[in-house]
């Protein structure tokens, strides 16, 4: 079946523009994370959502936005940017969430391949 | 504050020996730890994942192995091989966290 599909996979911004990035999970998914990846902090937890709510946040600014649809596709969103956003942004789906239940879930979670953001 | 943390930003070992990658936490909530592989232009891939009600987990050529009372936690690669050169991420989460703590990752080159 297919992959987590994330769009676009490379853009290039300036300082003070907005940004919106698209995920696809993998069809029957309903979680889907976002995660900044930075070779300085590794990657970093932005937010999880389920079934159109958010039921984390990771320590980001509020620039920093997202919303899952009701067929569970996700775009996140980052407004005024600046030179620290570059960075390559991961999306990630799993079947009920990234952490273990009582059903068995294992916790994984199935990456895209990302968006490469470059903030000029 | 990394809550998660690797050491070693790169390992090199020869193909056919054992890699040791390791991983320690601070957070004493985290119960569930799991690492991924990565190559270049690819997103991450599961590998393999522990519960802390376990100490050991293992499959195929990887284990992993969790001491709580250390807070650590490795993984071992027996044997390596080439194409197991990637970058390593270690993982872990709070049950009902809806988060997964990376840590910054391990690179690790298997040289034939």
């Known amino acids: 079946k297919a992959g987590v599909t994330q769009t676009p996979r490379y853009l290039i911004k300036t300082r003070g523009q907005q940004v919106t990035l698209s995920c696809s999970p993998i069809?029957?998914?309903?979680?889907v994370s976002w995660y900044q990846q930075t070779p300085g902090q590794g990657l970093q937890f932005l937010f999880e959502?389920?079934?159109?709510?958010?039921?984390n946040k990771g320590n980001f600014p509020g620039r920093f936005s997202g919303r899952q649809f009701s067929n569970s596709r996700s775009e996140m969103n980052v407004s005024t940017l600046e030179l620290g956003d570059s960075a390559l942004y991961l999306c990630?789906?799993?079947?009920?969430?990234?952490?273990?239940?009582?059903?068995?879930?294992?916790?994984?979670?199935?990456f895209g391949e990302g968006s490469r953001l470059t903030v000029l | 504050d990394q809550q998660v943390k690797q050491n070693s930003p790169s390992l090199s070992v020869q193909e056919g020996r054992i890699s040791i990658l390791n991983c320690d936490y601070t957070?004493?909530?985290?119960?569930?730890f799991l690492w991924y592989k990565k190559y270049p232009a690819e997103g991450p891939t599961f590998l393999i994942s522990i519960s802390s009600i376990k100490d050991k987990n293992e499959d195929g050529r990887f284990t992993v192995f969790l001491n709580k009372s250390a807070k650590h936690l490795s993984l071992h690669i027996v044997p390596s091989q080439p194409g197991d050169s990637a970058v390593y991420f270690c993982a872990a989460s709070e049950d009902s966290g809806y988060a997964l703590n990376f840590g910054k990752g391990t690179s690790l080159l298997v040289t034939p």
């Open positions: 990630a789906s799993s079947l009920e969430g990234p952490t273990q239940t009582g059903t068995g879930n294992t916790g994984e979670l199935f």
């Open positions: 957070n004493s909530m985290f119960d569930y």
């Open positions: 069809s029957g998914h309903r979680s």
């Open positions: 959502y389920f079934s159109e709510t958010q039921r």
